[in-house]
């Protein structure tokens, strides 16, 4: 059976987050190897702005980073394409009520995910906890309702910031 696990936690203490990004580009890498597809140069590049925080990031913002970068000529379809790229691969997830994207903590190992997102700041922790995701597997089919993506999205507030309100 499958363990429970914070995939992802809220801003991590000790974090090598140039380390964090290099396995991010290269399990993208191996994932487009194995699958076939390519991993193009735009693609990478919207990958690791993504990666650029552990916070959700909005497609708008990665456009004008790329644009930023001297990419003019990237317009919003060409962002959305990618991202959803990215998103089908499993590299990415997307955080659908603050419509943005997180990279994924995890994306050796295929998952559904339970998302806790802070109100103050906006971080989020991603979980894959499988007695969740039966239990909302077992509600459905009690009903005949067959899940095509299953994201839960939970809103709270974080450790960091309840803290810091004392």
């Not at 913002?61 to 990215?86: C, I, M, N, W």
């Given at each position: 059976?499958?363990?429970?696990?914070?995939?992802?936690?809220?801003?991590?203490?000790?974090?090598?987050?140039?380390?964090?990004?290099?396995?991010?580009?290269?399990?993208?890498?191996?994932?487009?190897?194995?699958?076939?597809?390519?991993?193009?140069?735009?693609?990478?590049?919207?990958?690791?702005?993504?990666?650029?925080?552990?916070?959700?990031?909005?497609?708008?913002?990665?456009?004008?980073?790329?644009?930023?970068?001297?990419?003019?000529?990237?317009?919003?379809?060409?962002?959305?394409r990618a991202l959803d790229f990215l998103q089908e691969q499993g590299l990415?997830?997307?955080?659908?009520?603050?419509?943005?994207?997180?990279?994924?903590?995890?994306p050796e190992e295929l998952h559904t995910g339970q998302f806790f997102i802070?109100?103050?700041?906006?971080?989020?922790?991603?979980?894959?906890?499988?007695?969740?995701?039966?239990?909302?597997?077992?509600?459905?089919?009690?009903?005949?309702?067959?899940?095509?993506?299953?994201?839960?999205?939970?809103?709270?507030?974080?450790?960091?910031?309840?803290?810091?309100?004392?």
């Amino acid at each position: 059976m499958k363990k429970n696990k914070v995939i992802s936690p809220f801003k991590p203490a000790a974090h090598k987050h140039q380390e964090c990004l290099k396995s991010a580009i290269k399990n993208a890498k191996a994932r487009c190897d194995v699958s076939g597809l390519r991993l193009t140069p735009l693609r990478q590049r919207v990958l690791e702005l993504v990666w650029q925080s552990h916070e959700p990031v909005k497609a708008y913002d990665v456009l004008d980073e790329l644009k930023q970068g001297h990419s003019s000529s990237s317009a919003p379809p060409t962002v959305y394409r990618a991202l959803d790229f990215l998103q089908e691969q499993g590299l990415v997830h997307k955080i659908e009520s603050l419509n943005s994207y997180v990279g994924c903590g995890n994306p050796e190992e295929l998952h559904t995910g339970q998302f806790f997102i802070c109100r103050d700041c906006g971080s989020v922790a991603e979980l894959d906890d499988a007695d969740i995701s039966s239990l909302i597997e077992k509600k459905a089919n009690s009903f005949g309702f067959k899940i095509d993506n299953e994201m839960v999205e939970i809103k709270g507030h974080c450790q960091e910031c309840r803290d810091s309100e004392k």
